[in-house]
């Protein structure tokens, strides 16, 4: 039996018992909590991830929800000791959820809430900056500075890649993907290429437009191109982002051969998921190619980089911090603790999960409804006609 973990208990009178596995930003999604009869427990044990065990003793014998992270296996045996408690809810703080077993959570009947919408520009932004991190080698040099090392100016010294006039694929014209692609675009007037199984037609209209006013005003329009193949990307663009979904068609999506493709001096970007890169091939190819960089914020066994990559010069790693901007992360907590309680509160689901402005309005009360439930037609849930 796993040891108590500590705990911080608000309304502790409340009718519904809620559980947090990890204190989240911000306090408006514990004061929506309580203002609607909840006992929030949240769990402060200083543990980063914790085992199915520390989460089934946490659930106890009554919790009518639970509020938990994508680090955490959320399977057969989380689901079935939530149920045994009475409860019909889980919300990941996340708006992916490979950590959860939806079909075990479909045979008890809980609901599994996520938080899309929320993390579209945010995570654009962080693949932008780790995209021009590698261009101009800026941790390198960061380095090398704190380090002591600079002595002069010299004609050599960290020589990076000019972004403008050079062509940025995207694999993936999703809704952060195509936000990551109009921020190059845009920014750095680069020409686009981009993968997609749809056709991206508002990201293809916003470069045609911007294209249009570059060349009104004398400069080289943007040009964009939608590819036929995946490889047509990776052979033809010089900085290449990965934004789509982790499956099976996409685990170990970029390999040794599809590496090889890509240009000597080319560069990666992953703020997707980790698998869909396969990690130790990349390393590999970090080594033997030592003018192609990369800039990652996940990783294929995370928390854990493969051997060899820490070391990597031409690398850029930062440790998940996509969605980590305050707005994104406060507005994260917000809509899991809402997925929750609508659950507890029997509310509909809300109609469309990518347009969540309206339970992030701190001005007004948050609309009557589950923002984000990914298996509400599995288990029937009516659609909310707010």
């Given amino acids: 039996m796993a040891k108590p973990l500590q705990v911080e208990v608000y309304n502790p009178n409340g009718k519904y018992r809620v559980v947090s596995t990890k204190p989240m930003p911000g306090t408006r999604w514990i004061n929506l909590l309580i203002e609607q009869d909840c006992r929030l427990e949240i769990c402060t044990q200083k543990k980063t991830i914790l085992s199915v065990e520390d989460i089934i003793s946490l659930i106890g014998d009554k919790c009518d929800g639970v509020i938990g992270q994508l680090t955490e296996d959320w399977g057969e045996k989380l689901f079935s000791a939530l149920s045994r408690a009475g409860g019909k809810a889980f919300s990941n703080m996340a708006v992916g959820y490979n950590n959860v077993d939806v079909n075990a959570a479909n045979k008890y009947g809980v609901a599994v809430g996520n938080t899309p919408g929320v993390l579209t520009e945010t995570t654009a932004e962080l693949a932008a900056s780790l995209s021009l991190s590698a261009a101009r080698r800026i941790v390198e040099a960061d380095e090398f500075m704190r380090a002591g090392l600079y002595d002069g100016w010299l004609p050599h010294l960290f020589v990076g890649n000019l972004l403008k006039g050079q062509t940025v694929g995207v694999i993936g014209a999703g809704r952060i993907g195509s936000a990551y692609a109009r921020m190059m675009v845009e920014g750095f ?90 990690e130790v091939a990349l390393v590999e190819h970090l080594k033997a190619t030592p003018m192609f960089r990369v800039g990652l914020d996940v990783f294929e066994d995370e928390p854990y980089m493969k051997p060899g990559l820490a070391e990597m010069k031409n690398a850029i790693v930062v440790p998940h911090i996509a969605s980590a901007s305050k707005w994104t992360r406060e507005g994260m907590a917000t809509l899991a603790a809402l997925n929750v309680l609508g659950k507890i509160k029997g509310y509909p689901i809300w109609s469309d999960p990518n347009r969540v402005e309206p339970f992030l309005n701190e001005n007004a009360p948050p609309p009557a409804a589950c923002p984000s439930i990914v298996n509400s037609k599995a288990l029937g849930l009516p659609v909310s006609k707010l």
């Fill in 189 to 278: 007037k680069m020409n686009l290429i981009y993968y997609d199984l749809y056709q991206a037609t508002r990201l293809e209209k916003f470069v045609t437009a911007y294209g249009q006013f570059l060349k009104a005003n004398g400069e080289q329009p943007v040009t964009w191109k939608r590819a036929s193949t995946m490889e047509e990307v990776l052979r033809e663009a010089d900085v290449i982002s990965l934004h789509p979904v982790l499956d099976k068609t996409t685990y170990h999506l970029v390999n040794k051969e599809r590496l090889a493709m890509m240009k000597k001096e080319a560069i990666l970007i992953n703020c997707s998921r980790g698998p869909v890169i396969d």
